[in-house]
C-alpha cells in the first residue's frame, strides 16, 4: 500500500469519525465497523439504539468507507489535502464533498434489514431513522421477525404449498383447533390440555421439527402420551394447511422451509440484503438463528446486538447459546463492549455488576458511569406481604410529597399473583397505577368478534373464525346445526363456507338451509362491498350490516354500551394503520397488523400514574424509582431454580434486569413469610440480596441469624424459621401515613405519626404478650400444631379478660385469629 493510499485511508476515517463525535469511542467504534460479522455486547441503559441509528446512518451515507481499505481509483492529491484539512465547521458544500470523497459502494435502504422483537421498537427504529434521514429511512425494513417474514411470505409462499391470502392464528385459535382435534380423537382435555399440547408443537416448531420428524423423534419411546401429541400435531398441521392458515410459530417456521427448499428465493433475499442487523440477539430461538443466518448467509454481514446478562426468555425457547457462541459460529467475527450507562447511578450498578458476576455463562463486561454515585440501594424486611405493600404505598406517597410524579415510579414482581396486596394498598392508599398484564384491548370478546368477521371476509375458507361469527349475533343457528356443517365439510374435502353456499344440496341441512345460506349471502355481499369501498368505510358497513352493534343496542344495558364503544374504537386502529402505512391499506395488511400485536406495545405512556409489572414486563423500559418486591428464596429465585443452575442463572439475569431498570432509586423487599395461593410460607431472603456488597446498599430491618451455622442448601448464614421478627415498615415522624392517607382534589396529605419502635428478636422478648394462666402459655414467634390446621406460628397473641385472642399463620391454612381458650383444647406448643 502506498503512502498515498494509507493518509488517504486514515484521513477518510477521521473524517467519517468527526460525523458521530457525539458517541463514546465504544460507540463510535460500533457505528463505524460495517463489514463482517459483528458482535455488539451492548449492556443496560449503554444506548444501543442510537448506536444502531448511527450504523444504519453510517451505512446510508458512506456504505463501506469507515471500514475498508480501498481507495477510490480517481482520488487526487488535491482530494487528500481537502480531507487532511477537513475544517471543523465545515459548511453545506464542503459537507457534500466529503460525502463524496469518503463514501464507498453506499447500500440502497431497502438493502437494509433491521429486525426487532416488538412492533414499538421497530417504531422507534423507523422514527428516529427518519429523523436523522429523512424519507429514504422509510425504506429500510425495520420490522420485528414475525413481519418481516410475513412479508417475504405474501410474496413466495405459494412456493410451498399455501395461497398467498393466508390468515394468522393466535393462540386463542390455536386452542380451539387443538380442542376439536381432541374431540375427534377421543382424547380428554384434562390429560391432554390445549395450552401444554401447543406448547410441545411450539417447542417441535422451534427445533425445525414438523409432524413427521416430531413422530420419528418419538417413536422409540414407550411414552403413550407423546405418541398422541405426535397424532395431534399431524392433524393440527392438516387443519392449518386446510384453512390455510398459520400460527406464529408458523410464520418463522415456513419461512424457514421457504429459504431451505427454494434456492432461487434465497438467492434473492441473500442478494437484497446486504447488511443484516438483528437486535435482541440474546433472545432469539432455534428458528430465528436459522433464518437470520440464511438471510445474512450471502455476505455474512451480520451485526447482532445483545445483552447476555439480559437474556430471561428462556421459557420461550430463548437460547443464551445464540450469543455466547456467535464467535464460534461466524470465526470472522469482532465484537464491541458498550459498558458506560447512561441511565443508571453508580451504586445500582455496582450492586447490579456484583450480582450478575456470580453467573458462570457469559462474556463478561462490567458497567460504569458518569452519572454520579448516587443513592444505596434499600433493602427491607417486611413481616408480610400487607407490610411490604403499606411499605412501598407508603415510600412512594412520600416520593410525591417531595416533588416526584408517579408516574416515575415502577414496582416490579416476579409473579403476578404478587400485585394482589400491592393493589389493595395502592387503592387504599389513593395512589393512581395501572397494571401492565391485565386485560387488553384486543383479548375483549366484542373486538375479537369483530375481528373474526373481519379475518372471514378476508378468507372465507378461515373455518375456526367463521365458527365464532356463525350465530353472532343470534341467527338461531345452532351448534349441532354447525357440527352437521363441519362433518360435511370433512367429508367432501370442502371448507364450512362452501357447504354452507351450497346448503340447500345436502338433506342433513334441509331444516336449516335458508339460514345458511343467508348467511354465506351476506358473506358475498360484504366481500363484494369490501373491493369498492375504503377500509373504514367497509368496516362501518360490516357493523351494519351484520346487524352485531344494533343487537348489543337492543340489550341497552352498560356493559353492552361499553362493548360498542370498543367495537367502534377498533375504527381508530383502521384509521391509525391507514396513517402508519398508507402503501399496503388493505384489510389484509390490517389483520397482520393486528395479528403480530404485542402486549408491551400498548403500554402507554404519559399517563400519571404507578406502573405495576412483572420482571419480565419490564425489559427494555426505565424509571427513576424502581421497587423490587418478593425478593425471597422460593420467590426470586423460584423454589426450582435450586435444583436447576441453568434456571438459577436466569433468575439471577432476570434480578439484574429489575435492578437496572432503576435510573436514581433502587429499593428492593422482602417478606418474612408471605401468603400465596392461599397458602402461608416463611421465606429466607433471597440469595441475591446477600449478593449486593455492603458498601452498596442499605438493609432496613435486616433479620438477624439465630446461627452462624453453614447451610448447605443456601451459601451463606443459617437463618432459622423461629429466629427473628423483622419490624414493620418504620413510620417517620414527619411522612406519610400509610394506614389510611387520603388524597383530595388531586393534593397528597401528609399526616404526622410517632414512629414505631424496632421489634426485638424473639430469643429476647421476654413475658410480654404472654397468655393469662391456666391457659396454654404462648407467646409470639411460637411453633404450635393444630389438630385441624396443622403446624403454624404465633404472630400475636393478645390477653382478653380470662381469655386471650391469638393469631396464627398456618402452613397450610394461612392465618388465623383464634380464642385461646376453646383453640388451645386442639392445639400444643412445639
Known amino acids: 500500500m502506498t503512502d498515498f493510499e494509507q493518509r488517504y485511508i486514515a484521513a477518510r476515517r477521521a473524517v467519517i469519525a468527526r460525523d458521530f463525535a457525539r458517541l463514546n469511542p465504544m460507540q463510535r467504534q460500533a457505528a463505524m465497523t460495517t463489514e463482517g460479522p459483528l458482535l455488539l455486547l451492548a449492556g443496560a441503559g449503554s444506548g444501543k439504539t442510537t448506536v444502531l441509528i448511527q450504523r444504519v446512518y453510517n451505512l446510508l451515507t458512506y456504505g463501506r468507507g469507515s471500514d475498508c481499505d480501498e481507495v477510490p481509483p480517481w482520488a487526487t492529491e488535491e482530494d487528500l489535502a481537502f480531507l487532511e484539512s477537513y475544517p471543523d465547521r465545515p459548511d453545506e458544500e464542503e459537507q457534500r464533498r466529503a460525502v463524496r470523497l469518503c463514501a464507498v459502494d453506499v447500500p440502497r435502504p431497502w438493502e437494509i434489514i433491521a429486525i426487532t422483537f416488538t412492533n414499538k421498537a421497530a417504531g422507534e427504529l423507523k422514527d428516529r431513522l427518519a429523523a436523522r434521514l429523512g424519507p429514504p429511512a422509510n425504506d429500510v425494513w425495520a420490522s420485528t421477525f414475525h413481519s418481516a417474514c410475513v412479508r417475504i411470505l405474501r410474496r413466495d409462499i405459494d412456493r410451498i404449498g399455501f395461497d398467498k391470502d393466508f390468515?394468522?392464528?393466535?393462540?386463542?385459535?390455536?386452542?380451539?383447533?387443538?380442542?376439536?382435534?381432541?374431540?375427534?380423537?377421543?382424547?380428554?382435555?384434562?390429560?391432554?390440555?390445549?395450552?401444554?399440547?401447543?406448547?410441545?408443537?411450539?417447542?417441535?416448531?422451534?427445533?425445525?421439527?414438523?409432524?413427521e420428524a416430531f413422530s420419528k423423534a418419538h417413536s422409540g419411546e414407550n411414552d403413550w402420551k407423546m405418541s398422541r401429541i405426535a397424532k395431534i400435531y399431524e392433524s393440527y398441521e392438516k387443519k392449518l394447511r386446510t384453512a390455510n392458515a398459520l400460527d406464529f410459530d408458523d410464520i418463522i417456521f415456513h419461512t424457514v422451509t421457504l429459504l431451505r427448499q427454494e434456492p432461487e428465493v434465497l438467492a434473492y433475499y441473500q442478494n437484497k440484503f446486504r447488511y443484516v442487523l438483528v437486535d435482541e440477539y440474546q433472545d432469539t430461538n432455534h428458528l430465528q438463528y436459522l433464518l437470520t443466518g440464511l438471510l445474512a448467509g450471502g455476505r455474512e454481514n451480520l451485526c447482532v446486538v445483545g445483552d447476555d446478562d439480559q437474556s430471561i426468555y428462556r421459557f420461550r425457547g430463548a437460547n443464551i447459546e445464540n450469543i455466547l457462541n456467535f464467535e464460534k459460529h461466524y470465526p470472522a467475527a469482532r465484537t464491541i463492549r458498550l459498558e458506560q450507562n447512561y441511565r443508571s447511578t453508580q451504586n445500582i450498578l455496582d450492586a447490579a455488576n456484583a450480582v450478575i458476576r456470580n453467573n458462570e455463562g457469559r462474556k463478561g463486561k462490567t458497567l460504569w458511569t458518569d452519572n454520579g454515585?448516587?443513592?444505596?440501594?434499600?433493602?427491607?424486611?417486611?413481616?408480610?406481604?400487607?407490610?411490604?405493600?403499606?411499605?412501598?404505598?407508603?415510600?412512594?406517597?412520600?416520593?410525591?410529597?417531595r416533588g416526584r410524579k408517579f408516574r416515575d415510579t415502577a414496582v416490579l414482581y416476579r409473579m403476578n399473583a404478587q400485585s394482589n396486596a400491592l393493589e389493595y394498598a395502592m387503592k387504599r392508599n389513593g395512589i393512581p397505577y395501572k397494571v401492565v398484564g391485565g386485560m387488553k384491548f384486543f383479548d375483549r370478546a366484542e373486538v375479537k368478534d369483530m375481528l373474526a368477521y373481519l379475518c372471514v371476509l378476508n378468507n372465507p375458507m378461515d373455518d375456526l373464525r367463521l365458527r365464532r361469527i356463525i350465530n353472532v349475533p343470534a341467527r338461531s343457528i345452532g351448534a349441532?346445526?354447525?357440527?352437521?356443517?363441519?362433518?360435511?365439510?370433512?367429508?367432501?374435502?370442502?371448507?364450512?363456507?362452501?357447504?354452507?353456499?351450497?346448503?340447500?344440496?345436502?338433506?342433513?341441512?334441509?331444516?336449516?338451509?335458508?339460514?345458511?345460506?343467508?348467511?354465506?349471502?351476506?358473506?358475498?355481499?360484504?366481500?363484494?362491498?369490501?373491493?369498492?369501498?375504503?377500509?373504514?368505510?367497509?368496516?362501518?358497513?360490516?357493523?351494519?350490516?351484520?346487524?352485531?352493534?344494533?343487537?348489543?343496542?337492543?340489550?341497552?344495558?352498560?356493559?353492552?354500551?361499553?362493548?360498542?364503544?370498543?367495537?367502534?374504537?377498533?375504527?381508530?386502529?383502521?384509521?391509525?394503520?391507514?396513517?402508519?402505512?398508507?402503501?399496503?391499506?388493505?384489510?389484509?395488511?390490517?389483520?397482520?397488523?393486528?395479528?403480530?400485536?404485542?402486549?408491551?406495545?400498548?403500554?402507554?405512556?404519559?399517563?400519571?400514574?404507578?406502573?405495576?409489572?412483572?420482571?419480565?414486563?419490564?425489559?427494555?423500559?426505565?424509571?427513576?424509582?424502581?421497587?423490587?418486591?418478593?425478593?425471597?428464596?422460593?420467590?426470586?429465585?423460584?423454589?426450582s431454580a435450586q435444583y436447576d443452575h441453568e434456571e438459577l442463572e436466569e433468575e439471577r439475569r432476570l434480578c439484574y434486569v429489575a435492578m437496572t431498570r432503576a435510573k436514581e432509586k433502587l429499593t428492593m423487599t422482602n417478606c418474612r413469610q408471605r401468603m400465596l395461593y392461599g397458602r402461608t410460607s416463611s421465606n429466607r431472603p433471597s440469595r441475591f440480596l446477600e449478593e449486593i456488597p455492603e458498601e452498596n446498599r442499605d438493609w432496613l430491618s435486616r433479620p438477624v441469624p439465630r446461627s452462624m451455622e453453614s447451610d448447605a442448601t443456601f451459601g451463606g448464614d443459617r437463618w432459622d424459621d423461629g429466629g427473628y421478627?423483622?419490624?414493620?415498615?418504620?413510620?417517620?415522624?414527619?411522612?406519610?401515613?400509610?394506614?389510611?392517607?387520603?388524597?383530595?382534589?388531586?393534593?397528597?396529605?401528609?399526616?404526622?405519626?410517632?414512629?414505631?419502635?424496632?421489634?426485638?428478636?424473639?430469643?429476647?422478648?421476654?413475658?410480654?404478650?404472654?397468655?393469662?394462666?391456666?391457659?396454654?402459655?404462648?407467646?409470639?414467634?411460637?411453633?404450635?400444631?393444630?389438630?385441624?390446621?396443622?403446624?403454624?406460628?404465633?404472630?400475636?397473641?393478645?390477653?382478653?379478660?380470662?381469655?386471650?385472642?391469638?393469631?396464627?399463620?398456618?402452613?397450610?391454612?394461612?392465618?388465623?385469629?383464634l380464642m385461646l381458650k376453646s383453640a388451645g383444647v386442639h392445639m400444643k406448643k412445639l
Not at 383447533?177 to 384434562?190: A, H, P, S, T, W
Request: charged share 25%; aromatic share 6%; hydrophobic share 40%.
Open 480 to 639: 349441532a346445526t354447525v357440527d352437521k356443517v363441519a362433518m360435511l365439510a370433512q367429508a367432501q374435502g370442502a371448507s364450512l363456507y362452501e357447504i354452507l353456499r351450497n346448503a340447500d344440496l345436502f338433506p342433513e341441512l334441509k331444516s336449516a338451509a335458508s339460514k345458511l345460506m343467508k348467511f354465506a349471502d351476506l358473506i358475498d355481499g360484504l366481500r363484494r362491498a369490501g373491493g369498492e369501498l375504503a377500509l373504514p368505510e367497509f368496516y362501518d358497513e360490516v357493523l351494519e350490516r351484520t346487524g352485531y352493534v344494533r343487537a348489543l343496542e337492543e340489550k341497552n344495558d352498560l356493559e353492552s354500551r361499553g362493548r360498542i364503544e370498543n367495537v367502534q374504537e377498533l375504527k381508530s386502529n383502521i384509521l391509525g394503520f391507514l396513517e402508519q402505512d398508507p402503501e399496503d391499506a388493505t384489510l389484509s395488511g390490517f389483520l397482520n397488523e393486528i395479528a403480530l400485536y404485542t402486549d408491551l406495545d400498548s403500554v402507554e405512556a404519559g399517563d400519571d400514574c404507578v406502573t405495576m409489572m412483572t420482571v419480565h414486563s419490564a425489559k427494555g423500559l426505565e424509571f427513576p424509582t424502581v421497587y423490587v418486591v418478593g425478593m425471597e428464596e422460593g420467590i426470586f429465585p423460584g423454589s
Open 373 to 401: 454515585s448516587g443513592e444505596k440501594v434499600t433493602v427491607k424486611t417486611n413481616f408480610n406481604e400487607g407490610d411490604e405493600a403499606n411499605f412501598v404505598a407508603g415510600d412512594i406517597l412520600m416520593g410525591v410529597n
Open 167 to 211: 390468515t394468522i392464528y393466535d393462540t386463542d385459535d390455536a386452542k380451539r383447533v387443538i380442542k376439536d382435534i381432541l374431540k375427534e380423537l377421543n382424547l380428554d382435555e384434562k390429560a391432554f390440555n390445549p395450552r401444554s399440547v401447543l406448547s410441545v408443537i411450539s417447542a417441535a416448531k422451534d427445533a425445525y421439527q414438523g409432524p
Open 725 to 817: 421478627a423483622p419490624a414493620r415498615p418504620a413510620r417517620p415522624s414527619t411522612g406519610i401515613y400509610t394506614s389510611g392517607g387520603a388524597r383530595e382534589n388531586g393534593s397528597v396529605h401528609a399526616y404526622r405519626a410517632a414512629p414505631q419502635p424496632q421489634r426485638r428478636p424473639l430469643a429476647s422478648a421476654g413475658k410480654s404478650g404472654a397468655a393469662p394462666a391456666g391457659l396454654l402459655q404462648l407467646q409470639k414467634g411460637d411453633m404450635v400444631e393444630h389438630t385441624a390446621f396443622g403446624k403454624g406460628m404465633v404472630l400475636s397473641l393478645r390477653p382478653m379478660g380470662g381469655d386471650a385472642l391469638v393469631e396464627v399463620a398456618f402452613d397450610q391454612v394461612g392465618t388465623k385469629k
